[in-house]
């Protein structure tokens, strides 16, 4: 007979919070030299992670929180699927090209009957953006080459409002970035000094549709029209790339009237979020080109070590099957209809979330009614509190909402941003109106923390903020507070 011994039981007759394991220090920086039981590990890690905050309450991302159990099923069962092994998984491969041909049909692009579209799926829109900006560096490129010209000095135009992906492209990519700057009361790419900015080293103009900061959608069409007559005159072909990540998804089911896609004639390439309003977990974003001729042959590469000859133009390599088949999971699940029926839900609730912050009195409303889902917000008074302060106020009911200062040249304005996904029902947003008003109420009492702020940067080290009289200004307010907030969330944001 085998007896058991004292370590015997220890492993196999105690709870896991019997153990040794929940007593000895967790690995930060070196593997562990022994093995731990698998319950042991699972429920470590998963203890650590009860710290992290309710993706659901986390309404600064528009990136999907929630999905089908039958969805979670097809993805759980396609996890161990490497997407880029083409071959040996034909239909995932058929399934991407699904829905490029599904995403092109929806922005208009002229693409014959049964005739496969030009796209591919990405791991998200930076990606995309990535691949759009090659594709029109090296377009750009070809053309002054042919005419005998230089091509050491390429630029882009964007609003200052574009996210950072698009910076990162300028940087990695070695092409100037040219802003237009906001100013107070228009918070995106004003149209006409966009095509002032654009000169003959200009690879494309970008335009936004569903800006980060107010979810507004710029003026594509009469970006389209300035640019056709300041081509006309040049004899320039400067272009237009459309990053549509919040609103690609949304711009064809409520406002199929509105041209900002390919029904205008200088938008060469679109990306859109499958991973925001396309309704799927992250990891998954698409470009879509006009034709074949907008992405140059030279930029594809073909591979065939894996089994048999494969396009790819992509950034990276190896990445997982699940994004693709969840999102065309949704475009057959869902079809028009329900796309459509979720974006309007996701509208009127923005609506009523709008509607309960105006009741306050105490907040003006940036965003627009035609747009992304959200509400953009700043305090009408911030001489004695800020919205970094209710951001702040907000977490202890579990509540993440951003607040953030606006872009050069509108950097004065700090505004709080509550984005509206699927997931978000009419009773959070009646629940989170009530706790924005109990905070309004209880700061209200409290003394002004404006007050006490120059001191508070002095004991900190700070030798950025001067000590002032009590009346600071909103910009010094607004700098102080937002690094304290940034300096608070870099663990979760």
């Known amino acids: ?57 986390n309404l600064a991302s528009f990136v999907t929180t929630w999905m089908e159990p039958e969805c979670d099923k097809l993805i759980m069962d396609s996890v161990n699927k490497n997407y880029v092994d083409m071959d040996e998984y034909p239909v995932t491969t058929e399934l991407q090209n699904r829905c490029v041909n599904m995403i092109a049909n929806l922005f208009h692009a002229p693409v014959g009957e049964g005739e496969a579209a030009i796209g591919c799926g990405t791991v998200g829109s930076s990606e995309a953006i990535m691949l759009a900006g090659l594709a029109f560096k090296r377009k750009w490129q070809q053309r002054r080459r042919a005419q005998g010209l230089p091509t050491d000095n390429p630029n882009i135009v964007t609003g200052a409002n574009v996210q950072v992906c698009w910076e990162k492209f300028a940087r990695y990519f070695e092409v100037e970035l040219k802003e237009v700057k906001l100013r107070e009361d228009y918070y995106v790419m004003d149209p006409a000094k966009a095509v002032e900015m654009v000169d003959e080293n200009t690879i494309c103009v970008a335009a936004i549709l569903g800006s980060t900061l107010t979810g507004e959608f710029e003026d594509v069409k009469l970006l389209n029209d300035l640019l056709a007559e300041k081509n006309a005159e040049t004899g320039w072909e400067t272009p237009i790339h459309v990053d549509a990540a919040s609103g690609g998804f949304i711009a064809p089911f409520l406002y199929p009237d509105l041209e900002w896609d390919f029904r205008l004639p200088w938008v060469k390439s679109i990306n859109v979020s499958g991973h925001k309003y396309g309704l799927v977990y992250a990891g998954v974003g698409w470009i879509v080109w006009r034709t074949k001729d907008d992405l140059p042959e030279d930029l594809v590469f073909h591979i065939n070590y894996l089994g048999a000859d494969q396009p790819t133009f992509t950034l990276n390599f190896s990445k997982g099957s699940s994004q693709i088949i969840a999102q065309y999971y949704q475009f057959i699940r869902l079809g028009f209809e329900g796309y459509k029926n979720i974006m309007e839900n996701c509208m009127d609730n923005a609506r009523r979330l709008r ?10 409303i940036l965003s627009k009614d035609i747009g992304v889902p959200l509400v953009a917000f700043s305090l009408k008074d911030s001489s004695k509190h800020t919205v970094f302060e209710i951001a702040e106020s907000l977490r202890k009911f579990g509540w993440i909402i951003p607040a953030y200062t606006m872009p050069a040249d509108a950097q004065h304005i700090a505004v709080l941003r509550v984005v509206i996904r699927e997931d978000f029902s009419r009773g959070l947003a009646d629940r989170l109106i009530t706790h924005i008003i109990q905070v309004l109420k209880e700061i209200e009492g409290l003394p002004s923390r404006i007050a006490h702020i120059a001191a508070a940067a002095a004991v900190s080290g700070d030798d950025e903020v001067e000590v002032k009289t009590a009346k600071m200004s909103l910009q010094d307010i607004t700098k102080y507070w937002k690094r304290l907030v940034e300096h608070k969330r870099n663990i979760v944001c």
């Not at 509607?355 to 003006?364: A, L, S, Y």
Request: hydrophobic residues 35%; charged residues 25%.
């Open 1 to 57: 007979m085998v007896v058991a011994t004292n370590s015997d039981s220890e492993e196999h007759l105690h709870s896991t919070f019997a153990s040794r394991y929940v007593r000895a220090v967790v690995p930060r920086f070196k593997m562990p030299d022994n093995s731990m039981p698998k319950d042991a590990a699972y429920q470590v890690i998963s203890d650590e992670l009860m710290l992290d905050g309710n993706p659901r309450l």
């Open 355 to 364: 509607e309960g912050i105006e009741m306050t009195g105490k907040f003006h």
